[in-house]
């Protein structure tokens, strides 16, 4: 029972910190992950940062130059041994939002499918501290809501389900696309109806905007609004959701988009998220044996 917390911040790496998040946001959270393009190597020195922290963590595996470079092969493999040898639990989000046709690994789906089959039978082999969590994007669109099944890899190559939420004022930088508070909760009723039976499912990136580049101006309330919404109806409505990740990030100051979904950067929205994740069903730890090694995986 309980949902765990985890979180991204900028910036990453051993420096990243922690520490002064925890202390802002008033309660220790269970995860932190941290994107590696695939062909780089193991993040060794973020995961014992991480691991010292007593959290565990979560790694956004990418093939950002295409499908045809994942292989099995030296350094696949290389990478998998370095991941069983951190001695922890590992969530592993390979190749995510992949239903994105911004990605480099968006199509064709049937190749997307083999790659991650590879990379689970890798990591079973070699890293089996290792969870393989399959990840989309989503969000309600005029037209219909995105599509994301024709990427799935079956049952018995995935260990989590995710969906990536964000809450946005207007969508695609549009003053005419306007956005809901209750578009998060419409984005993830359909994505756990379909898998939550089957899976433990992960958020596992969420944002509220407070300040929109399109209107040019703080949105804290709109920020508020949805994130009380949606952090309250995890328990209730969406008991199989068994963690939930923010995107502590504000993307405009990174240059990566048009909104800031920093919590830490406005203090109203700062307090609502403190208040909610004291909540006790918001766990803070993922428990693990202390004499796990590699030899014990």
Not at 64 to 92: H, T
Not at 204 to 210: C, D, I, N, W
Request: charged residues 20%; hydrophobic residues 35%; positive net charge.
């Amino acid at each position: 029972r309980g949902c765990y917390l985890g979180a991204h911040l900028r910036p990453v790496g051993p420096g990243a910190d922690i520490r002064r998040f925890e202390a802002m946001t008033g309660r220790k959270h269970a995860s932190y992950f941290h994107y590696v393009g695939y062909g780089r190597p193991f993040p060794t020195a973020w995961v014992e940062h991480v691991k010292s922290l007593g959290a565990v963590p979560h790694i956004a595996f990418e093939p950002n130059r295409g499908l045809q470079e994942v292989q099995d092969g030296p350094y696949l493999r290389r990478w998998a041994r370095a991941a069983r040898a951190a001695g922890c639990p590992i969530f592993l989000r390979w190749a995510s939002e992949m239903n994105g046709h911004w990605t480099a690994y968006h199509a064709p789906a049937s190749l997307y499918i083999e790659k991650f089959r590879l990379v689970h039978r890798v990591m079973a082999q070699e890293a089996p501290n290792v969870a393989m969590v399959w990840t989309v994007f989503y969000y309600h669109r005029r037209g219909g809501p995105m599509r994301f099944r024709a990427w799935y890899p079956g049952d018995a190559y995935v260990d989590w389900v995710g969906v990536n939420i964000y809450s946005v004022c207007h969508y695609s930088g549009s003053l005419r696309l306007k956005g809901h508070e209750t578009d998060c909760i419409r984005a993830l009723s359909e994505f756990y109806r379909e898998y939550a039976a089957r899976k433990p499912v992960q958020i596992s990136e969420f944002g509220a905007t407070h300040f929109c580049q399109v209107e040019g101006k703080p949105r804290p309330e709109f920020a508020i609004q949805t994130m009380t919404l949606f952090y309250r109806s995890l328990q209730k409505r969406f008991p199989r959701v068994k963690m939930v990740n923010l995107f502590n990030v504000n993307t405009i100051k990174a240059g990566l988009a048009r909104n800031d979904y920093s919590v830490t950067s406005d203090p109203k929205v700062l307090n609502t998220y403190r208040r909610l994740i004291q909540d006790p069903y918001f766990l803070s730890e993922v428990p693990w044996p202390d004499d796990l090694s590699p030899e014990d995986s």
